[in-house]
């Protein structure tokens, strides 16, 4: 039997932090993030990392990695996320993969070997230089005559991909997206589920006690330190806006109205990676009722009785 490997997915807010810590702690884990702006130093409260008291309680891996002006790739993701996923199955410790980026959740989960090309910041910034003037479509009329299969699978809307399909192309030759690799791991994928207007309340009140605990005094350091809107980690939720705010673009109260808003978007998008129907998943409320079923669904799934 494959070596097991435990996800927790969801939407922001939904408690993923707290449910992968308890379990952790239960069957002696160690948590792997899969939170895309996590990976940043100097980011801590926007990105509502786990305080350090927890992460001495347990290991944390894929946090702090990289500083803001180095832009994390899913090859690289993946690259270590496997990694730490192989050195805690050779310590005799359970890995737990939790992390609303649901890219790098799937791929990781399903296997996905993507084409190892990093990214050209000269290459993305002329081609965001054209998405600008030309208009998304123009790029995805060029990714079409170049690699018309590549160009049915990305959608022209979808600017950040169609760009990353062209970089690629340059880089190798080809535009060929990821294929797929069963997994060296039997997987458990822990759902947690909360009803619209509770996760709004949840992310409205997260949102106020970042602002609360300083997120404004965050921001303006990572800007003193030379971190701006050229680097994709500061268009992150909270980042963007309260750089508006110090620069005088936006009032506090219209910066903090802003990112819950922005939140709420990117909480509906999850929904479409983390379905309701997706047989993969085992959904559970977030309550301590929900936390307590998973965990028994979790001792059982180990045991190999579920």
Same mark, same amino acid.
């Given at each position: $039997? ?11 807010a ?8 308890r ?5 002696d884990?160690?948590?792997? +993030?899969?939170? +895309?702006?996590q990976?940043?130093l ?6 509502a ?12 891996? /894929? ?35 939790? &992390?609303?980026?649901?890219q ?6 399903? &296997?996905?070997? %993507? ?7 000269? %290459?993305?910034?002329? /081609? ?8 998304a ?14 160009a ?7 600017v ?5 399909? /062209?970089?690629?192309?340059?880089? /190798? ?37 970042m602002a609360?605990?300083?997120l404004?005094?965050? %921001? ?11 680097? +994709? +980690? $500061? ?39 983390f =379905?309701g ?16 079923a998973?965990?028994?669904?979790? =001792? ?7």
């Amino acid at each position: $039997m494959n070596p097991p490997l435990l996800a927790i997915v969801g939407p922001t807010a939904s408690g993923k932090t707290d449910l992968a810590l308890r379990l952790a702690q239960t069957f002696d884990g160690e948590i792997i +993030s899969a939170d +895309s702006r996590q990976v940043y130093l100097y980011m801590d409260i926007g990105t509502a990392k786990p305080p350090a008291t927890e992460r001495l309680r347990v290991p944390h891996h /894929l946090i702090d990695v990289v500083t803001p002006d180095v832009t994390f790739s899913l090859v690289r993701f993946l690259k270590e996320a496997r990694r730490a996923i192989h050195e805690i199955h050779g310590r005799g410790r359970l890995p737990v993969l939790a &992390g609303g980026t649901a890219q790098y959740v799937w791929a990781l989960l399903e &296997g996905w070997q %993507v084409p190892e090309a990093e990214p050209d910041p000269a %290459v993305r910034s002329e /081609l965001e230089r054209r998405a600008e003037t030309e208009g998304a479509q123009a790029l995805h009329d060029e990714l079409r005559a170049l690699d018309p299969r590549r160009a049915a699978e990305v959608q022209p809307s979808n600017v950040r991909r169609v760009i990353r399909a /062209l970089e690629v192309r340059r880089a /190798l030759g080809t535009s060929a997206g990821p294929r797929k690799v069963e997994p060296p791991y039997r997987t458990m994928i822990v759902g947690l589920g909360l009803e619209r207007e509770e996760l709004y309340g949840r992310i409205d009140a997260r949102v106020d006690r970042m602002a609360r605990e300083g997120l404004l005094y965050e %921001v303006r350091g990572l800007l003193r330190r030379g971190y701006g809107e050229e680097h +994709s +980690s $500061m268009s992150g939720v909270g980042y963007l806006e309260l750089a508006l705010c110090l620069e005088g673009r936006l009032s506090l109260e219209e910066a903090v109205e802003r990112a819950k808003f922005r939140t709420h978007r990117f909480a509906r998008s999850q929904h479409a990676w983390f =379905r309701g129907d997706d047989e993969r998943i085992c959904w559970h409320p977030s309550s301590p009722e929900g936390f307590n079923a998973a965990e028994v669904e979790a =001792r059982k799934w180990l045991e190999g009785t579920l």
